[in-house]
């Protein structure tokens, strides 16, 4: 089976199927949304789809046949949608389309969902935690590694961690390692430093961008931003990919 799911010809799906008790299929959650004025709409499609993409050689190392699916690229991102460019779909839609997605790969044979998700607009987090556990109760184990919770944020940077994180360092340098024809470069070394965190501002009860002190859709240093780092952090999102579809397909699974 091909890595990219939708360009295998259906036999292909077949036999991985047939000869692997571990069929995993990474689903990877993104978003249509503004991110900064440097920074492409499909910021979190491409940094979901790369995190699969490092996460699938060594789970094939591991035994596992994984393939990455299409892209989920329409999901809820309200802080953004005064921003030219967002897209931005309800919770109930979103959440509709991932149950029917689940069953549709349960029904076929896959063991594991694997939601590779890198969009953290509240709703967006929210909606993926409630789907999480409803798919899993029709019976599909889900591996969803939560990075907006304590103990897997703390595996990512100092910038993650503070909250003013969306189009900055931390995205800026993933977008740089993994598609660095798509920032525009000149007008990324331009942006001034914006440490307004984007968690306090949520739980303060902001409602848009604009009022969490982000008028032009970045938090955080996106000059600061390099390639080692995208790399780097790459690396670890993977990793905790990886070990989420560990405890889901464990047999006493099901519980992260
Ligand atoms: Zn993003």
């Known amino acids: 089976m ?40 499909n910021t979190d499609v491409i940094i979901s789809e790369t995190m699969a993409a490092h996460a699938l050689p060594l789970l094939e190392r591991r035994g596992y046949a994984a393939t990455i699916l299409p892209a989920l690229a329409y999901m809820p991102a309200e802080y953004a949608q005064a921003f030219p460019g967002t ?37 967006n987090v929210a909606m993926l935690r409630e789907t999480a556990e409803d798919i899993r109760k029709r019976g599909l184990p889900v591996a969803f590694p939560d990075f907006t919770r304590r103990k897997l944020a703390q595996t990512l940077t100092e910038e993650f961690q503070s909250g003013a994180c969306h189009a900055g360092q931390y995205e800026t ?17 331009h942006l001034k430093d914006n440490p307004a965190s984007l968690t306090d501002a949520f739980a303060k009860g902001a409602r848009t961008f604009a009022q969490a002190g982000g008028p032009d859709a970045y938090f955080g240093y996106p000059r600061n931003a390099c390639t080692a780092e995208g790399k780097e952090s790459f690396r670890v999102m993977a990793s905790a990919l990886i070990d989420a579809i560990d405890i889901a397909t464990s047999p006493d699974g099901q519980r992260n």
């Open 2 to 41: 091909k890595a990219a799911f939708a360009e295998n010809a259906w036999p292909a799906v077949r036999d991985a199927l047939k000869t692997s008790r571990n069929a995993v299929a990474i689903l990877p959650c993104g978003a249509t949304e503004a991110h900064g004025p440097h920074l492409p709409l």
């Open 87 to 123: 897209v931005t779909v309800s919770a109930a839609a979103a959440k509709a389309l991932m149950l029917d997605i689940a069953m549709s790969l349960k029904a076929q044979g896959f063991a594991c969902l694997a939601l590779a998700n890198s969009h953290f607009d509240p709703a």
């Open 173 to 189: 340098s993933l977008i740089m390692a993994a598609r660095p024809d798509l920032v525009d470069e000149t007008g990324r070394l």
